[in-house]
């Protein structure tokens, strides 16, 4: 059975850094994009980032781009998300998806598989 984990957050200070990692397990990583998305209190869940199959292929949304890198490992079906910088409007819970395509997409509803989330809270 496939399943996504999520790990890494946290509490941290403004300016500070985490490192966020999804594993994937009963399932080979290796042909298929993922992607990092976030939900706030009260709003709707977004999209953050994204790497293709391969990991040739990146995206970042506007607000996280210079700050967060998104990076994958698929001998150990893992995608990590570092966040450098953290500010406040940054807190919410982080969700990696998993999306039967080879290339990124944006919307949620072509994700296919969804981890629990990990919770980052950026504050002093």
């Known amino acids: 059975q496939l399943q996504l984990v999520e790990s890494g957050g946290g509490l941290v200070q403004p300016g500070g850094s985490l490192r966020l990692s999804c594993v994937v397990s009963?399932?080979?990583?290796?042909?298929?994009?993922i992607g990092w998305f976030r939900q706030a209190p009260g709003k709707e869940r977004e999209g953050v980032s994204c790497?293709?199959?391969?990991?040739?292929?990146?995206k970042y949304e506007d607000s996280v781009k210079g700050r967060f890198t998104i990076s994958r490992d698929n001998a150990k079906n893992t995608v990590y998300l570092q966040m450098d910088s953290l500010k406040p409007e940054d807190t919410g819970v982080y969700y990696c998806?998993?999306?039967?395509?080879?290339?990124?997409?944006?919307?949620?509803?072509?994700?296919?598989?969804w981890g629990q989330g990990t919770q980052v809270t950026v504050s002093s």
């Open positions: 998806g998993l999306t039967i395509q080879a290339m990124c997409v944006q919307s949620t509803y072509e994700y296919d598989y």
């Open positions: 009963g399932f080979t990583v290796n042909y298929y994009a």
């Open positions: 790497i293709s199959s391969s990991g040739g292929i990146t």
